[in-house]
């Protein structure tokens, strides 16, 4: 579920991100072309880290107790 909401949001950032700052960069002729293929490296790329940093943050913040002894009762 987690690495689902994290393409999601990374795709959609991406895409909002290229839609914002075409009209600057095609001025300045750095539009990345879309049918190139290392653009689509960079972007899968992008997608992968932040997927990797998801999972990382989930590991490190998931508690894992070790189990307890039982109790006696007297």
Do not use: H
């Not at 992008?46 to 307890?68: K, S």
Request: hydrophobic share 55%.
């Amino acid at each position: 579920m987690l690495t689902a909401v994290t393409v999601a949001v990374a795709v959609v950032s991406i895409a909002l991100a290229y839609v914002v700052t075409m009209p600057v960069l095609s001025d300045l002729e750095l539009l990345p072309a879309l049918d190139d293929g290392r653009t689509w490296q960079v972007f899968g790329g992008t997608v992968y880290f932040l997927v990797a940093a998801a999972l990382f943050a989930l590991g490190v913040g998931t508690r894992c107790d070790p189990p307890q002894p039982p109790s006696r009762s007297r």
